[in-house]
Nanobody
């Protein structure tokens, strides 16, 4: 059974940083694209960042470009999201996701409407 477990969320002041981690189990994810999404209260879940299966390409939502960095460690079946210069509008539940099909690119989610999901981790940025 595939499991994605996020950690690293919390409460931080505007301008601060957090590093989210997602550990995958139940399958080797080294050949699969992964990414992060978020959902704020009253809003739909939105794409934040994606990373190609081999880590050689990344993609970001315009709202986080230049502030967030996604990375992966295939040996550890882990993907990270380093979030800097956080803003109150970044407040949301952040979800890790993994493609069900192998060898996807950084924008894999466009063709994969039903990825594996983690349970989410809350990020709250105070002003």
């Amino acid at each position: 059974q595939v499991q994605l477990v996020e950690s690293g969320g919390g409460l931080v002041q505007a301008g601060g940083s957090l590093r989210l981690s997602c550990v995958a189990s139940g399958r080797t994810f080294s050949g699969y694209a992964m990414g992060w999404f978020r959902q704020a209260p009253g809003k739909e879940r939105e794409f934040v960042s994606g990373i190609k299966w081999n880590g050689k390409s990344t993609a970001y939502a315009d709202s986080v470009k230049g502030r967030f960095t996604i990375s992966r460690d295939n040996a550890e079946n882990t993907v990270h999201l380093q979030m800097n210069s956080l803003k109150p509008e970044d407040t949301a539940v952040y979800f890790c996701a993994a493609d069900r099909s192998p060898y996807g690119g950084s924008n894999w989610y466009v063709k994969s409407p039903d990825p594996y999901w983690g349970q989410g981790t809350q990020v709250t940025v105070s002003s």
